[in-house]
């Protein structure tokens, strides 16, 4: 079983959708989890953290269920601007971040 | 907002030849991180560096990889004796501290080896 796994997609949905990504991890004494966001052949940048409880971060919202090992994403009211890859990210080991392959979000007007 | 920097931003050499790239982690920043993207692929992990020593490492990062921190300031990765398939996209990434703080990640440089 991969570390990090993830629909690579792409998902294609309207403005205004609303759409959610899965991410699977397989180490259950992982602790820390992310998501980020890829835009081509650019850097990966953080979109939020993910906590325990859930959090949420404007139309964002991230999910953590450890007894399944899974981590969600959902993005509320899609824009344009919100389309690139989604990564999603788990600390294993001592420090090690590990990112899955990445779900290509394509907003389209 | 502090930022990682990567130099060069580009580099293209020959096959066999070695080549450094560098990185200037966040100045408080403790934790630092070299990941790979080959295009189209993945994120993947190279190699974590703290206390000036490499706390981990992947399958990938054989003996033809080393990183260090030679001056205090520059963190970075040298590639020995290249091949083809090391062509992608290296990043650099830093952490604060060792508790959840996130990665933040350079430019990235993109090695093309020909």
């Known amino acids: 079983r991969k570390e990090v796994e993830q629909d690579p997609g792409p998902f294609n949905v309207p403005e205004g959708a609303t759409v959610a990504f899965n991410c699977t991890y397989s180490?259950?004494?992982?602790?820390?989890f992310f998501w980020y966001r890829q835009d081509c052949r650019k850097e990966p940048k953080l979109l939020m953290s993910?906590?325990?409880s859930g959090n949420e971060d404007g139309r964002f919202t991230a999910q953590l269920n450890r007894a399944s090992q899974y981590i969600s994403l959902l993005i509320r009211d899609s824009k344009l601007s919100d389309s690139a890859t989604y990564l999603c990210?788990?600390?294993?080991?001592?420090?090690?971040?590990?990112f899955g392959t990445g779900t290509r979000l394509l907003v389209s007007p | 907002e502090p930022e990682v920097t990567q130099t060069p931003s580009h580099q293209v050499t020959q096959m066999g030849q070695e080549v450094i790239l560098r990185c200037v982690p966040i100045?408080?920043?403790?934790?630092f991180y070299w990941y790979r993207q080959i295009l189209g692929q993945k994120v993947e992990f190279l190699v974590s560096?703290?206390?000036?020593?490499?706390?981990?490492k992947s399958e990938i990062f054989d003996d033809q990889f080393s990183v260090e921190r030679p001056d205090g300031s520059n963190f970075t990765l040298k590639i020995r004796s290249t091949k083809l398939e090391d062509s992608a996209m290296y990043f650099c990434?830093?952490?604060?501290?060792?508790?959840?703080?996130?990665?933040?990640f350079g430019n990235g440089t993109r090695l093309t080896v020909t």
């Open positions: 990434a830093t952490r604060p501290d060792r508790g959840n703080s996130p990665l933040h």
């Open positions: 180490n259950s004494a992982s602790q820390s």
């Open positions: 993910v906590y325990s």
């Open positions: 990210v788990v600390m294993t080991g001592f420090q090690k971040l590990v």
């Open positions: 100045s408080n920043h403790l934790y």
């Open positions: 560096f703290y206390n000036n020593e490499i706390s981990e």
